[in-house]
């Protein structure tokens, strides 16, 4: 099912193993695993361009043999928005919102249900805050295969509930927070693989291939690399993944600098922005985290040493926002930009202002802010920020 010579590599130790679908974590450090494809010599960055705007345009930077026929539903190929009235002339939204299901999710789902299917097991599982359920729930219709969610009871949006719901995905609720969820699946379909369900959450390498292809869209449409790129962060594994495309343009020439990442966190849900800002070598965790961007209501993300790595390499940052910045956020990009974002995805906002304020980013620089899912996904939050507002 992959290309020739793919391989996975501990991003702590270093081993490299075989391109095994199921494993997602070092057997001799326990570090989590990320994917090396390597690339043919031919490879043009021009002939790619000639293709359909999206994820599979860039399949031979995909780890997926050529004869794989993807799950897909026309995911990526996202606009990416000049913002010049929210936030400045070389400010740029990469609205995810506009993804099939409404989220960046849809970037993984699309090659982590492709390998499910590939694999031929009974269907897919996730925990979520919400977005991951509603894609994969989405991918796993189309593939014609179950997709079991688990959800933190009372922590999930209901526009990605109801979405869940309406591909048949079926639904746990866990007492809990995301981070509870997400380790029953772990114990129970991870460490006591193989199973009839195919775990696909950012732990697993495959699926985080899929949302690289953010970087590659953001070079080819820009016709350069930008100075910085915004990302809220839950379970961190989306800036992880968009820094791995930047790193995979670079080694093949396409780009020669690549931008510093910036993380944003929401005060309440911030392990990472504390580990970074304590430059701690280990992770600060949150065991209660509150924050209205129920999407990064995460207090221990898998994929912390993943993303500090990201943001160290990158020259970059973490920072927090509080949930009124998040709001004023939203809807600056919703009325001075026609942008509607959930919650999570105006963080990326707050926090480029945030990071204008302390320094960390220049005016004239050009600035990418992810807008990871759609205002619609979150209903309840848009009301209030109008009734408050209006
Ligand atoms: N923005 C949105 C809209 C999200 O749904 C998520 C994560 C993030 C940002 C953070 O991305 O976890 O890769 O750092 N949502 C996951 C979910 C956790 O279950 O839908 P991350």
């Given at each position: 099912m992959f290309r020739e010579g793919v391989r996975l590599r501990c991003v702590i130790c270093g081993s490299l193993y075989p391109p095994n679908p199921r494993l997602f974590t070092c057997r001799s450090c326990g570090g989590l695993l990320e994917v090396v494809t390597p690339v043919d010599r031919g490879f043009e960055w021009e002939r790619v361009r000639a293709r359909r705007f999206g994820v599979w345009r860039y399949r031979e930077l995909l780890p997926l043999a050529e004869w794989v026929k993807p799950v897909s539903l026309g995911e990526g190929g996202t606009p990416l928005v000049r913002v010049d009235r929210a936030a400045g002339p070389h400010v740029f939204v990469k609205f995810e919102?506009?993804?099939?299901?409404?989220?960046?999710?849809?970037?993984?789902?699309?090659?982590?249900?492709?390998?499910?299917?590939?694999?031929?097991?009974?269907?897919?599982?996730?925990?979520?805050?919400?977005?991951?359920?509603?894609?994969?729930?989405?991918?796993?219709?189309?593939?014609?295969l179950r997709c079991l969610v688990y959800l933190p009871r009372g922590g999930v949006a209901r526009g990605k509930l109801a979405q869940a719901l309406l591909h048949g995905a079926e639904v746990v609720e866990v007492d809990g927070f995301f981070d509870d969820a997400l380790e029953l699946v772990l114990e129970e379909y991870v460490e006591r693989s193989p199973s009839k369900l195919y775990p696909l959450n950012s732990v697993n390498p495959w699926r985080l291939e899929g949302q690289k292809t953010l970087a590659f869209e953001l070079v080819d449409e820009l016709g350069y690399t930008p100075d910085?790129?915004?990302?809220?962060?839950g379970n961190a594994g989306n800036i992880s993944a968009i820094w791995k495309g930047f790193r995979e343009l670079r080694d093949l020439g396409v780009i020669s600098g690549t931008p510093r990442m910036i993380g944003v966190q929401a005060t309440g849900a911030a392990p990472l922005a504390k580990t970074w800002s304590t430059r701690s070598r280990e992770l600060q965790v949150v065991e209660e985290p509150r924050t209205i961007a129920s999407a990064i209501r995460i207090g221990r993300p898998v994929n912390w040493f993943k993303a500090l790595k990201s943001v160290e390499e990158s020259r970059g940052a973490l920072l927090t926002v509080s949930d009124e910045e998040i709001l004023e956020a939203m809807k600056m990009l919703a009325r001075l930009e026609g942008l509607g974002v959930e919650p999570s995805s105006a963080a990326s906002l707050a926090g480029y202002l945030k990071a204008l304020e302390e320094g960390l980013v220049d005016r004239g620089e050009t600035v990418v802010l992810v807008a990871t899912g759609h205002a619609l996904k979150d209903p309840d939050v848009v009301r209030l920020l109008v009734e408050r507002n209006t």
């Open positions: 919102g506009s993804n099939p299901t409404g989220s960046f999710k849809d970037r993984g789902m699309t090659v982590g249900v492709t390998i499910a299917k590939g694999l031929g097991v009974e269907g897919v599982v996730v925990a979520s805050t919400g977005n991951t359920a509603a894609s994969a729930a989405a991918y796993a219709a189309r593939a014609g910085v790129v915004v990302v809220p962060v």
